[in-house]
Antibody
Framework: QVQLLESGGGVVQPGGSLRLSCAAS????????MHWVRQAPGKGLEWVAV????????YYADSVKGRFTISRDNSENTVFLQMNSLRAEDTAVYYC?????????????WGQGAPVTVSS | DIVMTQSPDSLAVSLGERATINCKSS????????????LAWYQQKPGQPPKLLIY???TREYGVPDRFSGSGSGTDFTLTISRLQAEDVAVYYC?????????FGQGTKVEIK
């Protein structure tokens, strides 16, 4: 069965950095795009970033462009989100999500989420 | 960016009755080359990640009960729960994946009346 397991969340001061990981299993990882989606406390879903199945294409929400970097290791079935220059408004649960297609599709599996708190 | 607007923000429905959620996109999400609407619906229960219910606007994901149905085309879409069950209490989101970023609606909270 498909599993997505996020790790790396935690508490960080404003201006700090965190690196989230999402270990995938149960499907052909290198055939699917992978996304990060976040949800601030009590709020709705906000798409953050996507990386295509072949690593060639990445896209970011305007709110994180220039600060966050998505990457993947197809040999390790893992996707990463490097978050730099963190702000209070980045506080959220970060979900990794599997694209049903190469990178432009709907999200058919989600991880349980990694909580990130940016606070001094 | 394509803006997705859901209505209502919340609704309370009696058990066994119909619940209807609307979603409107700021531009068409119908892809002419394949005649598919790039629109999905998700269900999120408290403390859980979202779950895909519907894609291509009207195709139920495997394992989703047939009381859930999606309809619409272009810019106007509807999610219908035909006979509300207690386990359907959740927040429901529409999402367009026609363009990047894949924007979500603000969510509709469904409760039992």
């Amino acid at each position: 069965q498909v599993q997505l397991l996020e790790s790396g969340g935690g508490v960080v001061q404003p201006g700090g950095s965190l690196r989230l990981s999402c270990a995938a299993s149960g499907f052909s990882f290198n055939n699917h795009g992978m996304h990060w989606v976040r949800q601030a406390p009590g709020k709705g879903l906000e798409w953050v970033a996507v990386i295509s199945y072949d690593v060639r294409n990445t896209y970011y929400a305007d709110s994180v462009k220039g600060r966050f970097t998505i990457s993947r290791d197809n040999s390790e079935n893992t996707v990463f989100l490097q978050m730099n220059s963190l702000r209070a408004e980045d506080t959220a649960v970060y979900y990794c999500a599997k694209d049903k297609r190469k990178y432009h599709g709907e999200f058919d599996y989600w991880g349980q989420g990694a909580p990130v708190t940016v606070s001094s | 960016d394509i803006v997705m607007t859901q209505s209502p923000d919340s609704l309370a429905v009696s058990l066994g009755e119909r619940a209807t959620i609307n979603c409107k996109s700021s531009q068409s999400v119908l892809y002419r080359s394949d005649n598919e609407n790039y629109l999905a619906w998700y269900q999120q229960k408290p403390g859980q990640p979202p779950k895909l219910l519907i894609y291509w606007a009207s195709t139920r994901e495997y394992g989703v009960p047939d009381r859930f149905s999606g309809s619409g085309s272009g810019t106007d879409f509807t999610l219908t729960i035909s006979r509300l069950q207690a386990e359907d209490v959740a927040v429901y989101y529409c999402q367009q994946y026609y363009d990047t970023p894949g924007t979500f609606g603000q969510g509709t909270k469904v409760e039992i009346k």
